[in-house]
């Protein structure tokens, strides 16, 4: 199996050769490819060392797969020329997640729609996997109507000038900015640029890839996002309207047997989710549940997760995963 990994020395790309390791994905040959810049550098996996070289010598070698964490205009350039040698990309950008004949694929949820014909598939948001994996079991048994979710992110969302903005700010000293304001003792309520309707497109991705993922566009979503100085994973207060009433011992039954969930819910003992224990780990932490009083058949969550694992890395190797079991690759 040769696999490249494009984006390989950023914060994502790093992740993604912990978690090939950690998953024990058949990698025979690992192609680390990156921008100009990096050419040449080493990578080290499974003990053995590996040069980065360049996009075009990557597409030449022709990987069995490529698993993309690069910018959206390296994707949508570069892409399809992996695509077109006959390797099936797994792209992390949000390049080509709302392109009607790309699939956006959560593989707990939709991975029953993949074909051997899908040469570029998409990841989805971080934000939106988490969340999307709490709900389905739930959207499953009682449909859901509407969502209201607010969201407190990782600066990792950001990358790398983030943490340093963070790191620097935190000592005192003077950084080299990632965002419009200070993050270090602060909220930031704005991820991602602005689009016309006042959303940001973090916040938009939460409402147009929820509707994709579940095949379902009556659902009605609307979201805030939120930047917070937090390095673990994003957290998510999320309300959901269902179509049928529910209970909550068997809600919170269905969330624990739930695939890639992890069940904290216990206020006796103070157990809930937070990001410094989600850091590092592949699951979707969920907790705080509570019917919300103040309207019929809606319900109240906290959603946390590692967004570079589960929220990026992770899900992508899943979708390579499934791929493979699938005959695929």
């Known amino acids: 199996m040769k696999v490249a990994v494009v984006g390989v ?5 790093n992740v993604m050769l912990e978690v090939l390791k950690e998953r024990n994905f058949p990698v025979t040959e690992l192609i680390p490819v990156a921008s100009e810049k990096s050419i040449g550098k080493a990578i080290e996996f499974k003990g053995n060392n590996y040069k980065v070289i360049g996009l075009s010598q990557a597409v030449s070698l022709k990987p069995d ?7 959206g205009g390296v994707s949508l350039e570069w892409a399809p020329k992996f695509a077109k040698v006959g390797t ?3 792209d ?3 390049a080509w997640r709302m392109h009607d004949d790309k699939k956006l694929i959560i593989p707990e949820i939709n991975a029953h729609v993949l074909t051997k014909e899908d040469k570029i598939i998409a990841n989805p948001n971080c934000s939106t996997i988490q969340m999307l994996v709490a709900l389905a079991p739930l959207h499953a048994k009682y449909g859901i109507k509407r969502i209201i979710v607010s969201t407190y992110q990782s600066i990792t969302g950001t990358g790398v000038k983030a943490v340093r903005q963070l790191e620097s700010e935190y000592r005192g000293e003077k950084a080299e900015m990632a965002y419009h304001y200070p993050i270090h003792r602060n909220a930031i309520p704005h991820c991602d640029a602005f689009e016309g309707n006042g959303y940001t497109k973090e916040e938009m991705k939460l409402v147009r890839e929820t509707k994709k993922i579940f095949a379902d566009d009556t659902i009605q979503v609307t979201a805030t996002a939120v930047r917070i100085p ?4 994003h957290s998510e207060s999320v309300n959901v309207e269902f179509r049928k009433d529910f209970d909550l011992t068997e809600v919170r039954k269905l ?3 739930a695939s890639g969930v992890v069940l904290q819910d216990n206020t006796d003992t103070n157990t809930y989710p ?6 590092g780990k592949d ?3 969920v907790g705080r549940l509570r019917r919300d009083e103040s309207a019929p058949n809606s319900l109240n969550m906290w959603v946390v997760s590692d967004n570079l694992r589960k929220g990026a890395a992770t899900n992508t190797i899943q979708i390579a995963e499934t791929l493979l079991e699938k005959g695929f690759l």
């Open 274 to 279: 937070m990001p410094i224990y989600a850091q």
């Open 230 to 233: 937090v390095v673990g994973g």
């Open 65 to 71: 797969v490529a698993l993309f964490s690069s910018g």
């Open 88 to 90: 099936i990309v797994v």
């Open 92 to 94: 992390n950008s949000s």
């Open 9 to 13: 020395t950023g914060m994502v790309g």
């Open 255 to 257: 969330l624990s047997e």
């Open 283 to 285: 699951d979707v932490f």
